[in-house]
C-alpha cells in the first residue's frame, strides 16, 4: 500500500508562484512507480497536470502548463514536486498527487492505484 499526502496549496495572485509536494510513505517509492500530478475544478473531470517516469527521465506535460509547470521527483526523500509559476486565475483546482506501480509514463487518471487527499490551489485576478 501507498500513502500520499499533498501539502504547498493556497491562495495566489495571478503572475505568482507555489511549490506543491507530495510525500510518500508505505511501500518503496521507487523508480518502479510512475507518479503523476492532477487537478479538478468544480463542475469539471478530473485532469492530468503532468506526469513522470519513475527514474525521471521523461515527463509529461497538458497544453495548458507546458513552459509554466515543471514536474519533479526526489526518489531518496519519497516525495514528488509540482513547480508552477505564472500562475493564472484558470488554474484554480485542487491539486491530486497519485502512483502506480509501473514503468512507463501514465496520463490518464483511471490508470492510476493511489491518490492523495488532494490540495486546493486558487489564484486570484
Known amino acids: 500500500q501507498v500513502q500520499l499526502v499533498e501539502s504547498g496549496g493556497g491562495l495566489v495572485q495571478a503572475g505568482g508562484s507555489l511549490r506543491l509536494s507530495c510525500a510518500a510513505s508505505g511501500r518503496t517509492f521507487s523508480t518502479y512507480y510512475a507518479m503523476g500530478w492532477f487537478r479538478q475544478a468544480p463542475g469539471k473531470e478530473r485532469e492530468l497536470v503532468a506526469a513522470?517516469?519513475?527514474?525521471?527521465?521523461?515527463?509529461n506535460y497538458a497544453d495548458s502548463v507546458k513552459g509554466r509547470f515543471t514536474i519533479s521527483r526526489d526518489n531518496a526523500k519519497t516525495t514528488l514536486y509540482l513547480q508552477m509559476n505564472s500562475l493564472k486565475p484558470e488554474d484554480t483546482a485542487v491539486y491530486y498527487c497519485?502512483?502506480?506501480?509501473?514503468?512507463?509514463?501514465?496520463?490518464?487518471?483511471?490508470?492510476?492505484?493511489?491518490w492523495g487527499q488532494g490540495t486546493q490551489v486558487t489564484v486570484s485576478s
Open positions: 513522470i517516469l519513475g527514474n525521471s527521465a521523461a515527463t
Open positions: 497519485a502512483a502506480k506501480r509501473y514503468t512507463g509514463i501514465l496520463t490518464m487518471a483511471p490508470s492510476y492505484d493511489y
